[in-house]
């Protein structure tokens, strides 16, 4: 159940991290709009939404040539993979679905 309710959550976060940059995008051509701060992508990428963030910026062309956005981008990156392969190496229990049942690799 807890895997269900983190698979949503990561739907969820990466779909608004997606319409943070196309309303960002849209903002930035019409000058009197109010636009998304950058601080507010960078915590929808935290909260899980790297994948989405990172779709958004290059399908919109969206901060791609703004360097410093994009080492906070791939910062949070790194310390995500980094925080997922240390759950997975310290407590593999939790992840154990993922691998394949050695028993039904046993010849009979």
Known sequence: MLWWIILIWLGIINSVAIVLCFLDKHASFRP???RIPEMRLYISAALGGTPGLLLGMYAFRHKTKKVS???VIIIIAALQTAALVYAITSFPELFSFFYAD???SQPV
Do not use: N, V
């Open 32 to 34: 009197l709009a109010r």
């Open 69 to 71: 956005f994009q080492a």
């Open 102 to 104: 050695p028993s039904l």
